[in-house]
């Protein structure tokens, strides 16, 4: 156990310094912020006087030794573009990126599920049938386009939901909630359908696919055996043993529907992680891009340490090894 | 205590009651975000525009883009070099504070200090001096014509508060100072900054104890950035929002269809054009540099459809010009506005004539997403040169990239366009686009037009106070680069801006929203 | 010749074959498939238009509706776009990109994937734990942000003359990049389940060298796997092509995927002319269902576990 943390520790921290590394050596070079602070009007002297302000006229691999000696003590420096510390406009946008990946998450695992069971249960029935159409139809349209159409429909023709932002949100501490007011609610509707799409279907298969399996295997022959009805073992047996698998690929998941939240962001204006680094790039606002991908790197790394230990807690074989 | 928190209360919901009848508020959308409430700590149009209705400069434009007076109420030259300014009285920033001279020449400092974006324009200024709490005295380092048009753009601030806020410098990244700023202000203008969430929602209300005649009847101005052009309008028809500055050709038909919406059209100072490299001997991938033969310019120039761009791209909202100037700008000249005529076979038998017949290869850069339909005007480009054999290889860039390498000088042939902003004068132009680059002049033309007569007239432009010597100038100048074809010119965008037709706004050349001018219904 | 028709008909005989014959839903999907990929294919057989000679565009044709509607060209079959296109050419051309990318994308991850799970499956070891942490590291990081990574690079190491030329290339290798982990773990999965049993040592001990026991033993039984995660990965590659172009990482208008159409129709959407994003999107989108539901299908049929 301690070794698996230590090794993950390891891997965190190897997993900070390569983005951070990469993050420096490639931002730097994709465009130059003081074109955007200056305008257009301002003279070559006033540009490198800026230049050497802000430290760009240093090579890059001083600036990246001074990004990495603030980023140990947690200071991730300045946006150039709204001159927020890095660090407090990223806590700013995580509320609005992690409430909607949870009520993503939470749709998907609501829906997903007891479709995977019925389509498992009964997988010749025409409803199974369609829902086995539907869920190959969620993962092979692009989230752009679903966010798209939903606005077209919600928002100009039947004038029903917003068609941007996060409507009115209500403060607790340092986090923000839309889930307390209902334009929040009815706010939150397109965004999370549009991002749950693919997950719903993914679940779904996913238990589906599981279930299946669990069913094949002789405990459940078993419990058969010993007359229980068909609904008692898929219900209780099989679906238990198959959450296990569905549980953790939820949880990985979690991570890339971070990234896929850009998409959805940009679509709704949706003032979350996705649309801050969509900002960040078009700013060349290099320190709140490296800090971006070492955060979603983190986090991407703690979600598998948590996903494995979870594991570790439930399977008391893999504690054996 | 007690009672003041009562009082507080009352007043309050006093201030609610009467909000709540009849109060007008304009919702408004735009792409970008407001950089910050720091009107010193970025020089980009969009910010300076919005809010300009906070703050103030000594000057101001007004409807018809002349100059009137601001928080100076009159002004005159002691010398050539040397301006006296009557700063008016009884003004009151947002915080009560009264306005005095101490404000300008803290302005003046906080904008003029080393590092400031604003450090350029104030360059011309040698000292300010105050004569009294609302006398100002101003000396120039040399003559110069443009000080109330660059004032204009340079809003003053209060000393105090900025003190107590510790904002006494913008743009200090590596301390931060100018954080301060980002969701607060204090001006003079007749909105103030009410609440601020950056990248979601600013909410200005108006400024009841403005020192001007209230024309407008806005009680609340919320903006919200929509970066998503799809999105934005489909907010605006949707009723989400009131008004959009730029409604993108595609969609002005649909608002104009939609019930109880409108566009408001009126034509915009900025130019559209191709710049080129003259001076290298090769461009990349041949053994010469066609664009530096006057002929090839010109064949390319008529080998471009101007009107056929104008309808099927702009959908009829933009002017094929053929000078970098737009009429609405002072000492335009439209005797010189007269295009080189769309005309394939001249433009073959120019190519012909140069040694190009059977055409060449030409790398071309184009921003995506800086002017209305660039990427589309560049695609179109490509097929009418091809049609006179000139194989546009066309790159779309991003524009923080675009605005990076192109001052860089590393491109042959590329698109750009020019307003002529804050100054609103032909001089900004051209010192940054026709003289030839050396030192702080044509800095955004890399390897491009030079000739000497144009270098020579640009300082004197300047510097020159006499109009009509302005004017012959600024005319001769407008001719020789047209003549020479130092840029090939394309049109003159048209604004678009869509709105409810509730709002009555008006729309302004250099497309500034200046937000006491309209009402609501 | 009668080797061949041995084979098919050894072919015809199979499970696989009978499965196929039996899911008219699937066989309905390959067809289409196979129409897509034929017309994407020739596109410049077939299509009635090159798009891409700038110089047969004519402006004046541009935003033309489809035929059934009222003020088109019968020229165009579905209409044209801003440019003057035909838009059901574009879509043939456009279908060829997406289709070239996803597959290319496929096969650079699979290519990776698979070496690199034979070299860590057979070799273990230090060599092992390296392969597998990089590729614990290769998916922290999600395939957007690779994405936007491998444009940086590439912005900044090609001339700007190449940048569009070479644009296909980087969208190959950014989606392509991402994957290949999962090729790795299946393969090296399989590669340690072989390692051990006889023939692998027999072979060893007759002194094979290690790669010939590699490519002619084990590759050969880890087949089954890779390709039904190639086919599903294809439709993902697909997919994810068409949100880079979204976010503006794809491929460039010069030689536009139906990524590249949509998001071009995307600003178009709100403005009646519905076509110019609309056919483009429903190109993609039947494109990637008919390889999901073949990729599925071949999934469920490959997976023994499920016979």
Known sequence: MISLLATRLTSVILVMLVVSALSFSIFNFLGDPVNNILGVNATLAQREELRVALGLDQSTFVQFWRFVERAVVGDFGVSYRNRQPVVDLILARLPATLELVMCATVIALAVGIPMGVYTALKPRGLLSRSLQFGSLLGISMPQFLIGMLLILVFSVELRWLSAFGRGEVVKLGWWTTGMLTTSGLKALIMPTITLAVFQVSMIMRLVRGEMLEVVRTDFVKFARARGLSDRAVYLTHALRNSLLPVITITGLQIGSLIAFAIVVEAVFQWPGMGMLILQAIEFADFPVMAAYLAFVGFSFVTINLIVDLIYLAVDPRLRAK | MNRYLKILLLASCAGLAVSAADAKTLRFAESQEISSMDPHAAREDFTLSLIGNVYEGLVRWNKELKIEPALAESWETLSDTKWRFHLRKGVEFHNGNPFTADDVIFSFERAGSPGSPFAGLLEPIAEVVKVDDHTIDMTLKRKYALLLNDFAGWYILDKEFQESIGAQKPLDLSTNTGGAMITQGVGTGPFKVASREPDVKTVFVANEKWWDKREHNIDEIVYTPIANNATRIAALLSGEVDFIRNAPPQDVARIEATPGMQIMRAPHLRNIFYGMDQQSKTLPGLDSNPLADIRVRKAIYQAIDIDGIKRSIMRDNSRPSAIMMAPQLPFYDASLDVRFPFDIEASKALLKEAGYADGFTLPMDCPAGSFINDEQICQATVGMLAKVGIKAQLTMHPPVQFDTELPAGKYSFYMLGWAGLPTLDAYNIISATFHTPTGDLGAWNPKGYSNARVDELIPQIGTEYDTEKRQEMISEVMKLHRDEVGKIMLHQQFLTWGMSDKVHAIVPADEYTRFWYYTMD | ?307
């Open chain 3, 1 to 307: 010749m009668s080797q061949l028709v041995l084979r098919l008909k050894a072919f015809g005989n199979s499970e696989l074959a009978w499965r196929f014959r039996n899911s008219p839903p699937v066989i309905f999907a390959a067809v289409v498939l196979i129409v897509l990929v034929f017309c994407a294919a020739a596109a410049s057989l077939i299509a009635p238009h090159n798009p891409f000679d700038p110089a047969t565009l004519n402006i004046m044709d541009a935003r033309l509706p489809p035929v059934w509607i009222d003020g088109s060209s019968s020229t165009y079959l579905l209409g044209t776009d801003e440019q003057g296109r035909d838009l059901l050419s574009t879509i043939f051309y456009g279908m060829r990109v997406s289709i070239l990318v996803g597959i290319a994308a496929v096969a650079f991850s699979m290519t990776i994937g698979v070496a690199l799970g034979l070299i860590a499956g057979y070799l273990g070891g230090w060599v092992d734990t390296v392969i597998m942490r990089l590729g614990d590291i290769q998916l922290s990081f999600p395939t957007i942000m690779i994405a936007f990574f491998i444009d940086g690079v590439a912005k900044i190491v090609m001339p700007i003359g190449m940048r569009e030329e070479m644009r296909f290339y980087v969208v190959i290798l950014a989606i392509g990049v991402a994957d290949w982990v999962q090729f790795a773990r299946t393969v090296r999965a399989a590669t340690m389940i072989e390692r051990r049993k006889d023939y692998v040592a027999a072979a060893r001990i007759s002194e094979v060298s290690g790669v010939r026991i590699l490519l002619a033993h084990i590759l050969p039984n880890t087949i089954g796997p890779v390709l039904v995660l190639a086919t599903l990965g294809l439709g993902v590659a697909i997919l994810t092509e068409a949100i880079l172009s979204f976010l503006g990482l794809g491929m460039p208008p010069s030689q536009p995927s139906l990524g590249t159409l949509i998001r071009a129709g995307n600003d178009l959407l709100l403005s009646g002319e519905w076509w110019i994003s609309l056919f483009p999107g429903a190109a993609l989108v039947l494109l990637v269902l008919a390889v999901n539901i073949v990729g599925d299908w071949l999934r469920d049929v490959l997976n023994p576990r499920l016979r």
